[in-house]
Structures are given as C-alpha cells and as structure tokens.
T-cell receptor
Framework: GNSVTQMEGPVTLSEEAFLTINCTYTATGYPSLFWYVQYPGEGLQLLLKATKADDKGSNKGFEATYRKETTSFHLEKGSVQVSDSAVYFCALNSARQLTFGSGTQLTVLP | DTAVSQTPKYLVTQMGNDKSIKCEQNLGHDTMYWYKQDSKKFLKIMFSYNNKELIINETVPNRFSPKSPDKAHLNLHINSLELGDSAVYFC?????????????FGDGTRLSIL
C-alpha cells in the first residue's frame, strides 16, 4: 500500500532560519504529491503540489521538488517567519485517496 | 463565501449518545471525504463519496454512517459514542479529475466524549 514518512517534530527555529522538513513516500504508479499546512484551530490548507517527476511546487517562499529517484518531496524555506508556525503534512494522492504523513509541528521564535 | 463548512465546530457529549456532523461545500466538487485526526495530529481517511456514491470505506466501526443527500453535502452520523471517538473530524472535497487535484478542507469538528 501507499505510505508517507515524514520527519518527526517538533521543530523549533529562530526567525530567518532555513527550514527543511523531510518527506519520503512509497507508492505504486505515479502519485501526485502535496504539502498541506494546518494553523492552530484550523483545517488543512494546500501549501504546494507537484504532479510529476522533477516538478517543483512553490508558494509563500516554500518549495518542494518531486524526486522520483529518491521517492522524496522535501519541504524547504530559506527564511522562516513567526507566522509560519504550524503543523505541516506531506501527502500523496493516488486513486483519489490522500495518504498523509504524520505531520511536523514547526515553531518559529522571534 | 466559505468553501467547505462543517457544523458544529465543537461537540461535547456523553458516552453512548448518538450525534451527527454536517458538511456542505459550495465549490461544485464531485467528491467529498471524511477524515479523523487523533490527538497526535495523525490524519486518516474514513469515507469518500463521489456524486452521492460511496467509493472509499476504510476500516471504520459500523457505528459511523455517512450520508450524502446530494453531491454538495456529506453528513456523518455516529451511534453509541465511545471515549475513543474523541478526535477532530474533517470534511473535505475535491473536483472531478485526476489525482493532481488538491482537496479542500473544512475547519474541523472537535468531538469530545465525556
């Protein structure tokens, strides 16, 4: 079956630090890959996506590249802000079924 | 202009009761979902409906029964609530198309069983 393995948190960074959250996946076929973000007390919001190998998704300064050879979709941001504090979920979509990673709690300190 | 709306936002009830959570989407999407998020933030699909037809039914106790009166609504009814049902339940929807279509989530219903 499909699975997503995400870097365990929590992750605590200072403002303007570089962020990487690792994500690897196991899937049959060619899934689409997503990063979702969940702010406190809210639902999940799509952050970015990539639908085929070597695609780079980007949004709000976050980036992730679909790497088929390493089955990875690591999330990066060059300079995090306090407002980026949230839980980040890596997910793959195959046969209209989303499989989520376990989520990574990010806290950014001023 | 809420896209996916769930009611209620909070639900506190006694063990053994029956309760329902409602979900509506105004995005014109064909597919709707219910997810359960546990206290460790782990998310798991429960059900999926496409145009009122059940297409995904994960291993969920049969105390949970989804109902889709039309493609814009997917309600979740839970019988004989148990302590382990305490969680946040999210409704989501997605448009017709392939797996590159993202899902849109509601804000969640926080269910607490006393």
């Amino acid at each position: 079956g499909n699975s997503v393995t995400q870097m365990e948190g929590p992750v605590t960074l200072s403002e303007e630090a570089f962020l990487t959250i690792n994500c690897t996946y196991t899937a049959t076929g060619y899934p689409s890959l997503f990063w979702y973000v969940q702010y406190p007390g809210e639902g999940l919001q799509l952050l970015l996506k990539a639908t085929k190998a070597d695609d780079k998704g980007s949004n709000k300064g976050f980036e992730a590249t679909y790497r088929k050879e390493t089955t990875s979709f690591h999330l990066e941001k060059g300079s995090v802000q306090v407002s980026d504090s949230a839980v980040y979920f890596c997910a793959l979509n195959s046969a209209r079924q989303l499989t989520f990673g376990s989520g990574t709690q990010l806290t950014v300190l001023p | 202009d809420t896209a996916v709306s769930q009611t209620p936002k909070y639900l506190v009830t006694q063990m053994g009761n029956d309760k329902s959570i409602k979900c509506e989407q105004n995005l014109g999407h064909d597919t709707m979902y219910w997810y359960k998020q546990d206290s460790k933030k782990f998310l798991k699909i429960m059900f999926s409906y496409n145009n009122k037809e059940l297409i995904i039914n994960e291993t969920v106790p049969n105390r949970f029964s989804p109902k889709s009166p039309d493609k814009a609504h997917l309600n979740l009814h839970i019988n004989s609530l148990e302590l382990g049902d305490s969680a946040v339940y999210f409704c989501a929807s997605s448009p017709r198309g392939g797996d590159n279509q993202p899902q849109h989530f509601g804000d969640g219903t926080r269910l607490s069983i006393l």
